[in-house]
């Protein structure tokens, strides 16, 4: 069964420092990973997702992830974190390909913290 | 404004009691997915519905249906309720209904059930 491993609950980073969330998934076939941000009281916002193509994949708010097929990963990277980036990030796999549905299986999340 | 309405936005009721969850998805989407985010079971996938058809179930109770409607807007029925039921429950919707795991969900801000 597909599954998202998000092994770090919380994380607390400085103003300024680099950031880097760790997600591994399992499943048969080809991925569609996504990483999507919920800031307090909001709901999922995309972040960025990888279909195909290029393992290193851009999104919104200066993030990015890189798939890596060897290691079933897909960690989420900044190079410089913003206190506007304090929230909570889920990585989810997209299930069902070829099947009925398709729906996202969600990790459990990462809750960020920054500190000034 | 993600496009994808949700409301109420806050509810409180009493055990035992039924609510109804309206979700209004974004133009020209025709999948509504509901999950459920509570503390102890995270992001749980709920249910799909693609142009008013089933098309998915996951870990719904019995005392929970929902519905999509002609116009595409969705409703999840929560009855007999307990204590723990309480959760943010979200809707997401997406255009890509089935065959593929490339597929984008947007999400609504979530309704926030208290069962007291």
């Known amino acids: 069964a597909q599954s998202v491993t998000q092994p770090d609950i919380h994380i607390t980073v400085s103003e300024g420092a680099s950031l880097e969330l760790r997600c591994n998934y399992s499943?048969?076939?080809?991925?569609?990973l996504f990483w999507y941000v919920q800031s307090p009281g909001q709901g999922l916002q995309l972040l960025l997702k990888?279909?195909?193509?290029?393992?290193l994949v851009q999104g919104i708010k200066g993030f990015e992830a890189e798939f890596k097929r060897s290691q079933s990963s897909f960690n989420l990277r900044k190079p410089s974190v913003h206190w506007s980036d304090a929230a909570e990030y889920f990585c989810?796999?997209?299930?069902?390909?070829?099947?009925?549905?398709?729906?996202?299986?969600f990790g459990t999340g990462t809750l960020l913290a920054v500190q000034p | 404004d993600s496009g994808v309405t949700q409301t109420p936005k806050h509810l409180i009721t009493a055990t035992g009691q039924r609510v109804t969850l309206r979700c209004s998805p974004r133009?020209?989407?025709?999948?509504v997915y509901w999950y459920q985010q509570s503390l102890d079971q995270g992001l749980q996938f709920l249910i799909q519905?693609?142009?008013?058809?089933?098309?998915a179930k996951g870990n719904i109770l019995e005392r929970f249906s929902a519905q999509q409607f002609p116009d595409l807007h969705s409703e999840l029925n929560l009855s007999s309720l307990e204590l723990g039921d309480s959760a943010l429950y979200f809707c997401?919707?997406?255009?890509?209904?089935?065959?593929?795991?490339?597929?984008?969900?947007?999400f609504g801000a979530g309704s926030r059930l208290t069962v007291l």
């Open positions: 997401a919707s997406s255009v890509v209904a089935v065959g593929s795991g490339a597929n984008v969900l947007t």
């Open positions: 499943y048969g076939a080809t991925p569609y």
């Open positions: 990888y279909f195909s193509g290029d393992t």
């Open positions: 989810a796999v997209g299930a069902g390909y070829g099947g009925a549905t398709n729906k996202l299986i």
């Open positions: 133009s020209g989407d025709l999948s």
């Open positions: 519905y693609y142009n008013g058809e089933e098309r």
